[in-house]
């Protein structure tokens, strides 16, 4: 077990984390990224990407995640295969986590970019028919339903779009809805209500997931919530569309969240509550939820990381003299 020291100490690895990497190894922070348990974050399991800027042709997800990282490696960032499973954020500046593999880091300024993971339902079957038929992410496996009927489940914005964007791939797609109305906003309501190729079912919640002879999904097993009545509804592809959690356990108790579990930071910076903590991407953000937005925090995270250690090595001089 080994004890890492850094001035700038980084917990995820999407575009926040490389980003924040990136600027802070310019700075001479020499940046420790610990990666976690899913390297690169969620662009790692999307495929096309064409609204990244700085690319004309469309580009693959991790093949981003990939060049970022090299990016800041190259720069001088040192990545870490490991998990943190402890923080201690008690007594301020420097900060204390330790790995999964019982290594110790420890930073000046800590940046929080752990982001966010798609919500599951926990309904029978959602999780061993993962890949064969029950999906998080339209954009990433909308493709392999080309021709065939789809449902989304789900009634914000984010199941709204997922079931208008897999119009481009099946003429037949069923948002499945637990009430009689959305929560998604109007303008994204009315594409839905009105799209000749998208149906919807009310007042419905799936109870399980359902494999056919070959192993994969062939139906639905619904609940009506106003009648109580149980339904199948065939279909070849489901995708789960009700929100995201930030991954933010670790925190908790020790930094100010939302309801939602959400970092809170002084709005319009990322700056969290403990001085020299700054959180960044889509654990403090869930309204843009965006790579490009995610890269940009992480920017602001590793200026404003700069400034703090600024201050504490004039606080630290003119205590010596
Ligand atoms: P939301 O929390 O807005 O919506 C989740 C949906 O899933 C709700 O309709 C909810 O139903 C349903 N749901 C939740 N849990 C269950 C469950 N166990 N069983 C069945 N249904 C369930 O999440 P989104 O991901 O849609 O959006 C998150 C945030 O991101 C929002 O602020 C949204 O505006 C924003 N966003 C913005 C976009 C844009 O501006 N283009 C795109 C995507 C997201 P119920 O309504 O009954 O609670």
């Known amino acids: 077990m080994a004890t890492h020291r850094t001035k700038m100490l980084i917990i995820g690895s999407g575009p926040a984390g490389y980003s924040a990497a990136i600027y802070g190894a310019r700075a001479m922070m020499e940046p420790i990224v610990v990666q976690g348990l899913q390297p690169g974050g969620q662009l790692t399991i999307t495929t096309d990407v064409e609204n990244y800027p700085g690319f004309r042709d469309v580009i693959q997800g991790p093949w981003l995640m990939e060049e970022m990282k090299a990016q800041a490696e190259h720069v001088g960032t040192r990545m870490m295969w490991d998990t943190i499973v402890e923080v201690d954020l008690a007594n301020g500046s420097p900060f204390r986590a330790i790995g999964d593999s019982g290594d110790e880091y420890i930073g000046d300024v800590l940046v929080i970019a752990t982001g966010a993971q798609a919500k599951w339902l926990g309904a029978p079957g959602e999780m061993e028919l993962g890949g064969k038929g029950v999906s998080a992410c339209a954009t990433c496996d909308g493709f392999f339903y080309r021709g065939k009927k789809v449902a989304v489940i789900g009634g914000g914005n984010t199941a709204v779009e997922e079931a208008l964007y897999l119009t481009n791939h099946s003429d037949d797609v069923t948002l499945i809805h637990r009430r009689d109305e959305l929560r998604a906003e109007k303008i994204l309501q009315d594409r839905?209500?009105?799209?000749?190729?998208?149906?919807?079912?009310?007042?419905?919640?799936?109870?399980?997931?359902?494999?056919?002879?070959?192993?994969?999904?062939?139906?639905?097993?619904?609940?009506?919530?106003?009648?109580?009545?149980?339904?199948?509804?065939?279909?070849?592809?489901?995708?789960?569309?009700?929100?995201?959690?930030?991954a933010t356990e670790l925190f908790k108790g020790k930094l100010p969240m939302d309801d939602s579990g959400y970092l809170v930071v002084e709005p319009g910076t990322p700056k969290t509550s403990i001085p020299g903590v700054f959180a960044a991407g889509d654990v403090m953000d869930h309204t843009y939820r965006q790579a490009v937005t995610a890269a940009g925090t992480g920017c602001m995270?590793?200026?404003?990381?700069?400034?703090?250690?600024?201050?504490?090595?004039?606080?630290?001089?003119?205590?010596?003299?």
Do not use: M
């Open 301 to 321: 995270a590793a200026l404003d990381a700069e400034r703090y250690l600024a201050t504490l090595e004039v606080a630290e001089r003119e205590a010596a003299e």
């Open 192 to 246: 839905l209500l009105n799209h000749p190729k998208i149906s919807v079912l009310w007042n419905k919640t799936v109870e399980s997931f359902e494999a056919g002879e070959n192993g994969a999904l062939s139906h639905l097993r619904l609940r009506d919530t106003v009648t109580g009545e149980d339904s199948n509804f065939s279909c070849d592809g489901a995708f789960v569309a009700i929100g995201h959690a930030p």
